[in-house]
């Protein structure tokens, strides 16, 4: 089946600087990406919609300068949390939805985000 | 808007007893709807999706799930519970906007107790 490659699963950076988690879709072509938040205990906070060679599409009260996300091919999009705060830490997954489009998607493992 | 609600944050249950996750739905159109689970730190497994055709949605280690269009409901169910199934399960639904990203209901943490 589809699979979703996401890296990496955990890092700690220092406060200030900046961090890249990348989303890969093995097996099939991505047009589409989804970048997701979750605080502990909490649910999914979509964050954007990677789209491949466009833009991406930021949800309300998400800073895109903040959160830079690049979709440059159609099995790699980037997340990169800019000068990084403790407040960023947090879990970050990934999903994507192939070509087809049709029915649900596959999410990556999840990128454990530390900011200290 | 599309959304899901998970009313309850809890369920417990006992080894061996069946287990329902309840998750109803708000949706203007056609609903896809959608579970899936997730193990502390890992990403979300999906587990079932209802897109048409029977409401009784069969989906991977045994879990199901009725659509109910006059209850506007989508609960997950497991005829008899493994301490294994002890995870944390989002309903989703797909949204209709240009993105057709995936909304998530809150999430229910379900323990199976042995």
């Known amino acids: 089946g589809a699979v979703v490659s996401q890296h990496p699963s955990w890092v700690i950076c220092k406060s200030g600087t900046s961090v890249k988690i990348e989303c890969r879709s093995l097996d099939f072509q991505a047009t589409t990406m989804f970048w997701y938040r979750q605080f502990p205990k909490q649910s999914l906070m979509l964050m954007a919609t990677s789209n491949e060679g466009s833009k991406a599409t930021y949800e309300q009260g998400v800073e895109k300068d903040k959160f830079l996300i690049n979709h440059a091919s159609l099995t790699l999009s980037t997340l990169t949390v800019t000068s990084a705060h403790p407040e960023d830490s947090s879990f970050y997954i990934c999903?994507?939805?192939?070509?087809?489009?049709?029915?649900?998607?596959?999410f990556g493992s999840g990128t454990r985000l530390t900011v200290v | 808007a599309q959304s899901v609600a998970q009313p309850e944050d809890q369920v417990n249950v006992a080894e061996g007893n069946p287990l329902t996750v309840k998750c109803t739905y708000s949706v203007s159109g056609n609903p896809y709807l959608f579970w899936y689970v997730q193990y502390p730190n890992r990403g979300l497994q999906f587990l079932l999706k209802?897109?048409?055709?029977?409401?009784l949605v069969k989906g991977s280690y045994g879990f199901e799930a009725e659509f109910n269009k006059s209850q506007t409901s989508f609960h997950l169910k497991k005829p008899s519970a493994l301490v294994s199934d002890s995870a944390l399960y989002f309903c989703?639904?797909?949204?209709?906007?240009?993105?057709?990203?995936?909304?998530f209901g809150a999430g229910t943490r379900l323990t199976v107790k042995p």
């Open positions: 989703a639904v797909r949204s209709w906007t240009n993105n057709n990203d995936m909304r």
């Open positions: 209802y897109i048409t055709g029977d409401n």
């Open positions: 999903s994507a939805r192939d070509a087809a489009g049709v029915g649900g998607y596959t």
